[in-house]
């Protein structure tokens, strides 16, 4: 009997030693798991409505496993209704927002700051991945991990306005604030 509690537990740690590593040492703080096996009802997108044009002749040559006038381009859209030019996908600054860039990067600009924010976040992660259990049973570990980064919205929102900026997007004080 002594000899099997050995062997149960040197099962369990062995268990437990391999469960905590992560498939490619990158921490998944959510834990996200899809319980079906079936298409995600929020990855289609229904394309926009057939139209028949004024003029044949200026329709686009069909590019075959390419876009179509009647596909959805959520970024394109989400950027007009936003008040920008759906151009502004192709990269290129619109010369409208010259003087913006050149404030924002007056101090300076990182060529390579998306490459060392991942760096960084990833190294976060790594350190605030949770315990050994919690990998083990997917227990979300993601608003712990960043709870030191959190803003607290009310705490803002009355600074600023003690500083007597507007801040007309808020609500409204309720009566007896």
């Not at 062997?7 to 079906?36: F, W």
């Not at 929020?42 to 044009?53: S, T």
């Not at 960084?120 to 315990?131: I, K, T, V, Y």
Request: charged fraction near 20%; include cysteine; glycine fraction near 10%.
């Amino acid at each position: 009997m002594a000899r099997f509690n050995g062997l149960g537990l040197a099962g369990l740690a062995i268990t437990l030693a391999l469960v905590g590593c992560s498939k490619d040492g990158t921490p998944e703080l959510m834990n996200l798991r899809s319980s079906t096996s079936g298409p995600d009802e929020f990855g289609i997108l229904p394309p926009k409505p057939l139209a028949m044009p004024e003029d044949v002749a200026v329709l686009p040559e069909p590019t075959p496993g390419g876009t179509n006038l009647t596909d959805q381009n959520p970024r394109a859209d989400a950027i007009v209704a936003l008040g920008g030019t759906p151009g502004a996908l192709d990269g290129a600054l619109p010369a409208s927002d010259a003087a913006l860039i050149n404030h924002a990067a007056r101090y300076g600009v990182a060529s390579d700051i998306r490459a060392i924010m991942a760096a960084e976040d990833l190294d976060w992660r790594q350190r605030n991945n949770g315990r050994v259990l919690e990998r083990l049973f997917n227990v979300n570990v993601y608003f712990d991990a960043y709870r030191k980064m959190a803003l607290d919205q009310q705490a803002e929102l009355e600074k600023w306005r003690q500083a007597g900026v507007g801040t007309p997007s808020a609500p409204p004080r309720l009566a007896g604030e």
